[in-house]
């Protein structure tokens, strides 16, 4: 497997998989990223490189792993990571590029988008429905049936309660208690929208 990104999230990737995955390369647009949790940093993927192997796009920032995927999505697949402690629903689905970390559950009838990260100990109920490149940041707590548009960060230890909609490009804070729908392009902070575009 090859790995882009070799900051925060990048280490994490790396010490989920390289246990029982071989690492083919690490790649890393930061020319001053030499090493990796013993790993060498190969720099940017060369325009004529060919993966001989699947790559999953270690990076936190939702855009930028969507524009990473879009850049690279006729040369490469893409890896889904399932940590061991992870548990998932036979009746889950993920789409490549997906991760669900340490302690997470995904649960009955989800279906969770492209390069989806699940963090540690996040809990995602029956039926709800991901878009891509979303990420649910560790303990964050999605009740059942619902739905997220895509490249929305709901933060760390969030409650979306039962049936809600938030729309695409959104940011639920950390801690906040989200008991409506919410509109795309918005903030919500607490228990209340902040802003929306």
């Known amino acids: 497997m090859y790995v882009y990104g070799a900051s925060g999230h990048g280490r994490v990737i790396i010490d989920m998989i390289d246990s029982y995955a071989q690492i083919d390369g690490v790649f890393d647009d930061d020319p001053a990223k030499k090493e990796v949790l013993g790993y060498p940093v190969l720099g940017p993927v060369p ?3 060919e993966f001989s192997s699947e790559l999953f ?4 920032d939702n855009r930028v792993r969507k524009g990473i995927r879009e850049r690279l999505h006729t040369r ?3 890896a889904t990571i399932l940590h061991e402690s992870a548990i998932l629903s036979k009746r889950a689905h993920l789409e490549p590029g997906t991760v ?5 559950i995904v649960k009955v009838g989800c279906m969770l988008g492209e390069q989806v990260i699940v963090n540690t100990g996040a809990s995602i109920d029956h039926d709800c429905h991901i878009g891509d490149y979303v990420h649910v940041a560790p303990q964050a707590t999605l009740c059942g049936g619902i739905e997220l548009g895509v490249d929305s960060l709901i933060g760390a230890n969030a409650i979306i309660l039962p049936g809600i909609k938030i729309g695409a490009w959104c940011t639920i804070g950390a801690g906040s208690i989200v008991h409506q729908d919410v509109p ?3 903030t919500w902070i607490g228990n209340r929208l902040q802003s929306a575009r």
């Open 47 to 49: 325009p004529d490189f």
């Open 57 to 60: 796009i270690a990076i936190g």
């Open 76 to 78: 490469a697949t893409f």
């Open 100 to 104: 669900v970390m340490e302690g997470a």
């Open 184 to 186: 795309d392009h918005s």
